[in-house]
C-alpha cells in the first residue's frame, strides 16, 4: 500500500501533461458514473431481496433467502461474456429477432449490451449480494419489537421500511455498497471487454501502452486516495449512530404475504436470482458441454485442488487480522488504531495487478537485501526467499481482501452492546476471555460470512494470482482467463463454471448457518 | 505491540510455506525456467517435446507480458528465470531497455531469423509472425475496393469500419509501425479520418469485429489474422459460420507499398538466467523446422523461418508480402503511438 502512494512523491513525467489534455476527464467521468450507477443498483436489489426475505412470507422464501447469494460465486468478467454472448448484435437473441421479423443492422433499437450502461448493468448483478448478505443480517437482528412497535403506531409495512428499518440498517447498507463500490472501481476485467475508459483501464494503458510504471502507479495513488475520501464521508455520515439491539429477540414474526403480491414477491426474486445466476450459468454449461470431450482434457483436479487451497488459506489469515483489527480497535479507540484499520482496508479497491507489484517490489528488495548480506557474511547466495512463493501470494490476497473480512467483522462488533463487554470485564475476564468466551460465540454470523466472502473472491481473483504464482502453478480462474483473453469463450465455460460451483460449496454452508439463525430467532 | 507480534507470526508463517512450497534444484542446466507472456495451453505441448527430447525440465509461469516484466525487474540477479517469452516486439525491447536481457550468443540462428525479426544487438529472437490484415464482407465489399490500412480512412468507408480499441496492443503496433514508415503528420491525418469512419465506438476482441463483419454491422474490420484462423477450425458452429461469411484482404500489397504489418511473438535470455546453455536449447529447437511448423500451425500464425510449409487454412489465403520494418521500431514508438490515438479520440 505504501509503495503506490508512496509513488505521488516521485517525479512527474510529461506523460501527465499528455493525460491530462487528452482522456484524463473521461476516466474520471466514466468511473463516477459507473460507482453511481452500481452504488443505485446494488442498493435497490440488495435492499429490496433483503427485505423481502427478511420480514415478509411468501412462496419460496426460504429458496430464495439462499438463492439470492448465487450470483456472488459468478465472476463480472465472466457474466460480462455470457451477457454479451447471449445479447450482442452477432449473438442469438438478436439474430432471432432479425430473423423472425426480416431486419436488418439499423432497423431496429436494441439496448448495446457493450456500453456503460452494460457495464452498470452486471456489475449490479453480480455485486449486489454484498449488500444484500450484510443488510440481511441487519434487517434479522433488528429488534423486532421496534418494528411492531412502528406498525402498531399506525404506520404502514412501506412506511416502517423507509422510516425505521432502513435507518436503522444504514451502517450495514453503507457497509455492502462500501464493499460493492470498491470492487467496481477495483474492476479491469468488465470496462476493458465492454471498451468502458475507466481509471482502471487508464491505469493499465499508461502502464503497458506508454510504457510509465511510475504514472501508472500515481494514477493508482489518486485511486486509493480517492476511497479514502469516500470512506471518511460514509464514516462521518454515520458517526453518531450506534444501534444495538435492545434486548433478546423475540420471535420475529414475518408479514404475511397472499396472492397477487406474494406472486409478485416470489417472480421479483426469481427474477433477480435468473438474471445475476440461473441465465449465465446456463450459458456457461451449455459452451462447457457443447463439446463434452474437452472436460476431460485438462489436469482439471490440480487446478480445482489449488484455487480450493489458495482460497481457504487466505480466508483464514484474513480473518484472524480482520479479527484482530477489529478487537483491537474496540479495545483502544484511539487514532492509530482506527487510521491502521481505514489503511489496512482500502487494498479492495485497488486493481489487483496494482496491488501485485505494491507487494513485489518490496518482498523483491527485502529478498534481494537478505541475499547480498549473506553473500557478504556467509559467501552463499540466498536466492529469492518469498518472492515467488505462495507466502507472497497468500500476503497480496490479505492486503487486497482484508477490507472485505474488516468489514463484515467490524459491523457484527458493532452490533454487540458495549455493556456487556463492560459486565464480562467486571466478572473479572481479560479481554482475550471476553473475546473467546462472549464476542466469538456472538459474532460467529459475521464470521462465517467474512470467510465467506474472502473465500469467493480469492477463488475469483485473476490478475494478482497471475503475477504473483510459483512456477508451473495455476488456478481455476487463471484457466478461464487465458482462454477468455485468447477469445475461445467456449473453452473458458468449463473453468468459470468450475468456479461458480466451488463458490456455491460455502455459499450454501453459510446460509444453513443463516437460516438456523432464523429458526433460533 | 500487536502489530509486531502480528509481523513476527507472518514472517514464520511465510518461512514455513516457502520451506513447504519450493523444493530448491541447484543442479545447472537440467531445467529451464520460463516467464511467458504466450499463454500455456499454445505452447505447453512443444515444451513437453522438448523435455521428452533433451531430458530438460521447463517450469512455466504465464501472465500479461508488461507484469511478468515487472517481477523480472524487481527480482533483480536472483530471478529465477532463464527465459522471457512475449508475444509482440515491443515487450522484448521493453524488457532490452530495462537492462534484464543479455545477449543470446547463438551466432547459428542468425541465419534463420531474417534479420528485422531480431534484436540488431542479439537481445532477442522471433519465434513466429502474426500479420494485421483487413477482413470484408465478400457480399457488401468488392475487393478491389480495397487497397491499404491508409485507405480505410477515406470518406467511402464512413461508419463501415470496425476494430477494437486502442488499448490493444496490436493497434498500438500498427500505428507504431505507420508513424515508423510515414511520419507523425500524416499518421495523424490517418488516425482521424479513420476514427471518423468507425461503424461503432471500439469493443470487444479480434473476434468480435469479424463476427460484426459477419452479421452486417460493420463492411469491413482490421484483425489478426490468427483469430480467423482460430474461429475457421473451432469447434463452435457458430464462430465457423461467422468466419466463413468474411473474408481476407492483404493489405499494402502493391509495388511502393509498405506490406501488411506484421509483429513477432519471440524469446529473450535473463541477465540473470542460471540456465543460460539450458535456455539457448530450447530456443533452437523452437527454431527447428518441424517446431517452426507445428507451432505455426497450432497458433494459426506464421512461422519466422522462410521455406516452412504452413497449414490448409493459411496457404488458403494465398501468400502475402510483409512489412520488412526492424520490428524493434514497434517498441521505441509505442508510447507515441498511444499519444496518437489518444489525440484522435481513438477510444
Redesign the interface.
Known sequence: MLVIVGSLAGGYSPAWGHLVDTVLADYVVNSLLLMLGVGVGTFVLGVSAAWLTAMCEFPGRRLFSWALLLPMAMPAYIIAYTYTGMLDYAGPVQSLLRESFGWGYGDYWFPRIRSLGGAICMLSLVLYPYVYLLVRVAFSEQSTAVLEASRSLGKTPWQTLFLVALPMARPAIAAGISLALMETLADYGTVAYFGVSAFTTGIFRTWYGLGELQTAAQLAAFLLLFVFALFALGRYSRLRLRFHPASARQESRRIQLRGARAALCTLLALAIVSAGFILPALQLASWAFDDPARALEAPFLDLVGNSFMLAAMAALCCLFLALLLGYGRRLHPGRLETVAVRVSSMGYAVPGTVIAVGVLIPFAWLDNGIDSLAREWLGVSTGLLLSGSLAALVFAYVVRFLSVALQSVESGLGRIRPALDESARSLGHSPTQVLRRVHLPMLRGSLLTALLLVFVDVLKELPTTLILRPFNFSTLAVRAHELASDERLADAALPALAIVLIGLLPVILMTRNLSRGDNNA | M??RT?LRG?LG???G??LA??A?SQAQNTEV?IYSAR????IKPLLDRFTAETGIDV??????????L??LR???????ADLLLTTDAGRLY?AQEAGVLQPLGAPELDALVPAHLRSSEDYWIGLSLRARVIVYAPDRVDPEELSTYQALAEPQWKGRVCI??S?N?YN?SLVASFLANHGEEETMAWLEGLVGNFAR????????QI??V????CDVAVVNSY?LG?MLR???PE?RA?ADAVALFWPNQAEGESGTHINISGAGLTRAAKNPDAARALIRFLLTAESQQWYAETNNEYPVREGIPVSAVLSAWGEFRGDTLDVTELGQR??DA??AM??AGW?
Open positions: 500487536q502489530y502480528l507472518l508463517a511465510a518461512l510455506l516457502q512450497f519450493t530448491p525456467n499463454q500455456e495451453a499454445l517450469n512455466l509461469v504465464t501472465g500479461d507480458g508488461d507484469a511478468l515487472t517481477r524487481n527480482e533483480g540477479r536472483n530471478s529465477p521493453r477494437r480499441s488499448s496492443i498500438q465506438p471500439p469493443q470487444g476482441g479480434d473476434r468480435d463476427k460484426a459477419a452479421v452486417g454491422q483469430y482460430g473451432s469447434s463452435e464462430e461467422a509505442n508510447a498511444v499519444m489518444d489525440r477510444k
